[in-house]
Structures are given as structure tokens and as C-alpha cells.
Nanobody, 120 residues
């Protein structure tokens, strides 16, 4: 079993910054792609940023230049540094990771989400 735990969410004023963390634990052999998604009330879940095992990254157009995704493989942790936050960034942010367990089985895991609220 693989578990993902997000942290770092909270309330921040427009223009502020937050750093989200996604820590993976369990019977992990390898983590490949990791993505941060978000879901605002009444809207569908959308991809915010993704990082591959080779550290290639891609971002939603709405966050390019403001958000940075990175990973620490030694800690099985992926980060999302969010800067210049806008009201429309308010959402629950979820982490998704894909890879292989120690039993050489694929996994596709989701975290429970962390709330980010941008408000003055």
C-alpha cells in the first residue's frame, strides 16, 4: 500500500506564497510521475503541475511563472511552491503519484487534499 499525505495549505492574502508538500510512504520501489491537482467548489478537478521521474515539468497555463513543482527523491516528497497567489487559486489541492511498489506492482495513489484559500 502507498499513502500520500499533503500539507502546507492554509489562508493567505492575494500576492502571498505557500509551499505545499506531498509525502509518500509505504511499500514504494519507485515513484514516477507526480502531479498536483486542484478542485474549486463547483468546478472539475484540474491538473496544476506535474513532474516526471526525470524532473521534466509541465504546468497549467494559469499558474506558469507563479508555481514551481520539485521533488526530493530521498524523502519521497514532492513540493509545490506557489507565489503571487490569486483569489482564483483557492481550491483543495491534491497530490497524485504513480509508480511501482516493492512487489513490482503499479500504483496510482491520491492524497486526501489540502485546502488553499486566497482571501483578503
Amino acid at each position: 500500500q502507498v499513502q500520500l499525505v499533503e500539507s502546507g495549505g492554509g489562508l493567505v492574502q492575494p500576492g502571498g506564497s505557500l509551499r505545499l508538500s506531498c509525502a509518500a510512504s509505504g511499500s514504494i520501489s519507485r515513484i514516477n510521475d507526480v502531479g498536483w491537482y486542484r478542485q474549486a467548489p463547483g468546478k472539475e478537478r484540474e491538473l496544476v503541475a506535474r513532474i516526471t521521474s526525470g524532473d521534466n515539468t509541465n504546468y497549467a497555463d494559469s499558474v506558469k511563472g507563479r508555481f514551481t513543482i520539485s521533488r526530493d527523491n530521498a524523502r519521497n516528497t514532492v513540493y509545490l511552491q506557489m507565489s503571487s497567489l490569486k483569489l482564483e487559486d483557492t481550491a483543495v489541492y491534491y497530490c497524485n503519484a504513480q509508480g511501482f511498489t516493492t512487489a513490482i506492482r503499479r500504483f496510482d495513489a491520491w492524497g486526501q487534499g489540502t485546502q488553499v484559500t486566497v482571501s483578503s
